[in-house]
């Protein structure tokens, strides 16, 4: 009897997804057919019946996943087959497999590999021997054992047979998959990840002290653990023990599980100790090492998936952060020695003026520096001032808060901005073709204060990793990181849509269908002939055909053009259906849009046709209300507290306003304006449990926060959201806090596990991190 082999790919994802597969098959056929996600999502409802972004990214997630699961059965199969050992019960069996791990296990017998000991055994005559002890375990080992001595065969005596022998059971205990399969899901559910240091590496490597003596389930190891504690073994500061269970003085209860699939059983039978000390052979050298480095592997990828789920979520909260829209503004990239640069940039985001000053020490220029800050701001009529949250950002946000002072006839408002990623996109290659008059260091100031007036427009510039809300980034898959990152700049882009006659190449090329190529020459075509005035001119584009018109049309903006409809998100293939609507209402396409009492009268069902559903239809009429409407909240500012520039000026139970920095596992950091982010531990987030620190706050907040704890030497700041909460925590709390600001452990799990070691104090110092987390960490003093 053979196993049924499994449904259609489309199928088992329907079944994931919870949908119907007629649904998976057309949203696959579309994908196949070169649309993407943000196309399909927003214009091709009905033929997928309103599958969303989320669901769609998923599938084309799995799709990617179960179709490269069916290369490898084939290629597994074609392999079996060219032994001469594929059986229809074998075949079933790989046709049945549901995942990557299961397949493996299944051909592990089959795969390929070098001469081992069981094939030298083999060869020597010996699986007889090997078959009969564990099929009559009432045969004498030794007795058997003494038949099979061969000078010639490499078998020297009895007790080489046996070694022979045993060679071959093992190798058969670790390619049974079905046992593989069982051991390895027991080991997940009940084993540890065990961490010690490597002696002699405790000063050199104190950043990882909380993992000196630590020992965790697996199954409760967040991601930032895991990926720490793997870094600190790569640093060679950490050994590193994957655990099966609770050490215990009996037998392994794995070995039992081995020994019962195979029917070993110590009842005293002749050959039974043999067999019993050949299972733990097998476990020990064998079974234990194989699943050490299969759970090894589901460890990493566990952690990297969460890591990678945690950076997307925050960049897309960045990208689409709250843009303060077409103001001319003042960027400010802070410094002290080399000074503050400044670019204005007007209300397009035109560079119309550029000056480098020096109100900091050594210079302390600091009157001559708010006359030429006010200079430029009359000059250019600006109203924001950006401010870079870098080097020196609180003394040149105090420089910008006495200009508003000075001159309140300007009514200038300034605004702290983070400058992550802004020295990647001065040296970029991008920079030097969009500002090549302009220094390196300036190009930042630049980039400052455009990512003010719209925060994607110009973060699309910069890589995705160099932005700064990921954690442990450079640990991380760079094909599964680079995939994820992209997805989330490609929604959101599109989400938001984009002004084809103002946008720049690279946010042109994260429209859905256009290429960087293809945007390129958008922007050469708009450069040689004028903007676009209708959405139809597009296909005069070199290489723009009709498959990349379909996808990106929708979502290009064209304001003040010729049709009114080119600046909204309704799609070209859909003005007809408008044009319907305009027949009906009796009036010009332009009165008719923002007209809400009109539109709300007209039902969607009486222009539904065999090409457009009620979902475009309703789709139209919403989107004819508010044409163009931006999905991103409005702009607000968030106001620092005077006199708080430094952490010595914080004090226990302070209440002040901060921006949300970056969120992690174990918390988020929040920037109160004194060169340190604070952490809001996860347990101080809510009254209530939060399983996720996003569902509290996100990137980009304005939030109010009460001070608990400062650690002036340290420089650790502990913050709470609750504002009732006592001002001041107990000593024993307050040690508590500083621990959980770096890893999210609670004290008292750490306490139980008996762990010793540490920095200063008794206090273990922080796990490492990379990239954009170890910014936020070192600004918060925890690294």
């Given amino acids: 009897m053979t196993t049924p082999l499994p449904g259609s790919i489309e199928g088992r994802i329907a079944e994931e997804l919870g949908v119907r597969e007629r649904q998976v098959t057309a949203a696959v056929e579309l994908l196949d057919g070169g649309s993407t996600v943000p196309f399909i999502a927003r214009y091709r409802k009905e033929a997928t019946e309103m599958l969303d972004d989320a669901q769609l990214r998923v599938l084309e997630e799995r799709l990617r996943y179960l179709r490269e699961l069916e290369d490898r059965r084939a290629a597994i199969l074609d392999s079996v087959r060219e032994q001469g050992k594929l059986t229809e019960e074998l075949e079933a069996r790989i046709r049945a497999a549901e995942t990557k791990a299961r397949l493996e296990d299944i051909y592990l017998p089959f795969k390929p590999k070098r001469r081992t000991k069981a094939q030298i055994a083999r060869e020597a005559g010996l699986a007889p021997l090997a078959e009969a002890l564990l099929g009559d375990p009432g045969t004498d080992p030794l007795a058997a054992a003494a038949a099979f001595v061969d000078a010639d065969k490499g078998v020297a005596d009895a007790q080489a047979a046996l070694d022979g022998a045993r060679s071959i059971l093992t190798e058969k205990f670790s390619e049974d998959a079905d046992l593989i399969g069982e051991l390895r899901e027991r080991m997940w559910t009940r084993g540890r990840l065990t961490a010690k240091v490597k002696e002699g590496k405790e000063e050199a490597g104190a950043k990882f002290a909380d993992y000196f003596d630590f020992s965790e389930p697996f199954t409760a190891l967040p991601s930032h653990r895991v990926l720490a504690m793997l870094r600190g073994e790569k640093e060679d500061v950490l050994d590193l023990v994957l655990e099966p269970e609770e050490p215990t003085d009996g037998p392994s209860s794995y070995e039992g599980i081995v020994a019962s699939r195979f029917g070993i059983a110590d009842r005293g039978r002749p050959g039974d100790k043999w067999l019993t000390d050949t299972v733990r052979w097998a476990w020990r050298t064998r079974l234990l090492v194989h699943l050490g480095i299969d759970l090894r592997l589901r460890l990493r990828t566990a952690a990297e998936d969460e890591a990678v789920n945690v950076f997307a979520a925050n960049l897309r909260d960045l990208l689409l952060a709250a843009p303060a829209g077409t103001r001319a503004t003042l960027g400010l990239d802070p410094g002290f020695r080399t000074g503050v640069k400044v670019a204005v940039v007007d209300a397009t985001g035109k560079v119309v003026a550029t ?73 970029s290659a991008f920079a030097s073709q969009e500002l090549p008059e302009l220094d390196v260091s300036l ?121 009114p409809l080119d600046a909204s998100s309704v799609h070209p293939e859909a003005y007809p259906v408008v044009r319907r609507m305009v027949k009906t209402a009796g009036r010009e396409v332009a009165a008719l849009i923002g007209d809400t009492a009109v539109l709300r009268s007209m039902r969607p069902a009486d222009f539904v046709d065999e090409t457009f559903g009620l979902p475009t239809v309703t789709d139209i009429l919403r ?84 001070v608990l704890d400062i650690d002036i030497p340290r420089k650790r700041i ?51 991190a990379s990239g954009a987390m170890a910014d936020a960490l070192r600004r918060a003093g925890l690294a």
């Fill in 355 to 427: 000056d480098v000053i020096h109100p900091h020490v050594p210079a302390n220029r600091w009157d001559e520096s708010v006359a030429k800050l006010a200079g430029l701001a009359r000059q250019h009529a600006v109203d924001l001032v950006a401010i870079g949250n870098g080097t020196a950002s609180r003394e040149t946000d105090r420089l910008a808060g006495d200009l508003i002072t000075r001159h309140p006839e300007l009514k200038l408002t300034k605004v702290m901005v983070s400058e992550a990623g802004a020295s990647v996109y001065s040296a």
């Fill in 443 to 563: 190009r930042g100031a630049v980039s400052i204060a455009r990512r003010l007036q719209d925060p994607l427009a110009e973060l699309v510039k910069i890589d995705p990793k160099s932005i700064g809300v990921g954690q442990y980034q450079h640990d991380l898959s760079e094909v599964k990181l680079s995939r994820s990152l992209d997805a989330v700049v490609e929604d959101c882009v599109n989400g938001v849509g984009v002004d084809v006659n103002t946008a720049s190449a690279p946010l042109l090329a994260r429209v859905s269908g256009i290429s960087s190529g293809l945007a390129e020459n958008i922007v050469a075509h708009r450069d040689a002939n004028g903007p676009f005035t209708s959405r139809t001119e597009l296909k005069k584009v070199s290489r723009l055909g009709p498959k990349a018109y379909e996808q990106c049309a929708g979502f290009l903006r064209i304001r003040g053009g010729s049709d």
């Fill in 623 to 706: 989107e004819l209300e508010k044409p163009g409407r931006d999905p991103r909240p409005a702009f607000r500012t968030a106001a620092f507290k005077e006199g708080v520039e430094k952490i010595s000026d914080l004090e226990s139970g302070m209440v002040l306003e901060g921006v949300v920095t970056n969120v992690a596992a174990f918390g988020a950091f929040v920037d109160v304006g004194v060169h340190q982010d604070g952490l809001v531990h996860v347990s101080a987030m809510s009254k209530t449990f939060v399983k996720d620190p996003r569902d509290v706050v996100k990137p980009g907040d304005i939030v109010k926060v009460k």
């Fill in 718 to 768: 502990s913050l709470t959201l609750r504002l009732d909460n006592e001002a001041t925590a107990p000593q024993e709390q307050r040690q508590g806090q500083g621990r959980q600001q770096r890893d999210g452990r609670p004290p008292r799990q750490r306490q139980q596990q008996g762990r010793s070691g540490g920095g200063k104090g008794g206090r273990p110092s922080a796990p490492p």
